[in-house]
């Protein structure tokens, strides 16, 4: 297919779909690449530029939650390990796995009155990683006594991670130029160790058992066993290597300007400093600086790019991306979003989709680098939010 046959199938498309989807601010930016700076949205929240909180529409309350990193996977039962000042040597498992996912829910409300746009909400990432083993059972039979014993040690490695974000922002207009500010309060708790959870087993049978007999021995000793009282003495030993938590505010600006040109619609201008205040974290945010222009040419299309730089980091992140919408009159509407960008050296794409309804808008985006990584891997972004 011809570029101009791509560019007439989507007009096509996009004449017919509604004029504008109310979004949840997190998924409108990540479906269109991840731009924010410039853009504006009818119900900005805790996200993009605070700046943008004066276009806000009526009233809005919005929950999301986004998971990725999914990852489960069977690892070799037999793996060699070596004990400081001594020869490596074979441990074996009866079963080893490594899994995670991260998780991060979010709610805000957002409003915005005269002049000025006001939005609070809370933010939270969860991060987790697990390698769990089996060891192999060690088991013996003391024939003099008659007993049957037992040992399975379930060892876990676990990799924890856990920010929560209390978040303010306000967006005040100053003349053509618009000014925002977001407050955030932010904690922080990495956790990483090995918990150990250990099963012993113990029975011990009558003389009237012939140890000769499978139908016999077996029986008695599972019977002996009590394998349901025995659960619930699980000896369980937690070694933590790092158990750390802080808390600390810290602080966004940003600002966005129309600037004309002719006869052409007004071109959103945008500027974001972000973790301005460096504040002391288990794990340390970087100051960011990042700079944004969005267009939209046609009521039913909307164009943004973004270019950023974080210190401690190579390189520049940018983003492109673009957004159809449209809507009845009936109060459904709807948007499709597309982009592409690069954050902390690795390249993705993304598409979303939002469908509104009267007072309330579903909408899914996923997100995915550009590399060979299983679609559970991948961003998958839900949200719903309520507008009055």
Sequence with gaps: MTLKAWLVALYILAASLPSRASADERLRSLGMGGTRIATRTADAGIFGNPASLIHVQNHNLAFGI?????????????????????????????????????????????HA?????????????????????????????????RQFSSQ??????????????WILCLGRQIGKTVAGARLKWITQNVRRGTLVSTLNLAARHGPDIDTRTPEQFIPAIVEALQFGDRVRDIIHENHPEIDRTSGQLELDVGLQHEVRFSRLKPIQVGVLFENILRADLVEPLPLKLGIGIAYEPLEWIALAADVSRATGT???????????????????????????????????????????????????????????????????????????
């Design 314 to 388: 190579s390189g520049m992140d940018w983003a492109l991306g673009t957004e159809f919408h449209r809507a009845w009159e009936n109060g459904f509407a709807m948007a499709l979003r597309m982009g592409t960008g690069r954050v902390e050296a690795t390249p993705h794409f993304s598409i979303g989709i939002a469908l509104t309804l009267g007072t309330l808008s579903t909408e899914y985006t996923l997100r995915s680098p550009f590399t060979n990584i299983p679609i559970t891997a991948a961003s998958h972004l839900v949200a719903f939010t309520l507008h009055w």
């Design 113 to 145: 009155f005269g002049k000025w746009g006001t939005s609070i909400g809370y933010a939270t990432t969860f991060t987790h990683f697990a390698n769990v083993t089996f060891s192999a059972t060690r088991a013996e039979y003391d024939t003099n006594n």
């Design 152 to 165: 399975t040690d379930l060892s876990t490695d676990y990799a924890l991670f856990r920010e929560g974000r």
């Design 66 to 110: 986004a998971a990725e990193n999914l990852h489960w996977g069977e690892l070799p039962k037999t793996s060699r390990r070596a004990l400081p000042g001594a020869m490596p040597f074979e441990d074996k498992h009866q079963f080893a796995a490594e899994a995670g996912i991260d998780v991060y829910p979010a709610s805000y409300y957002s």
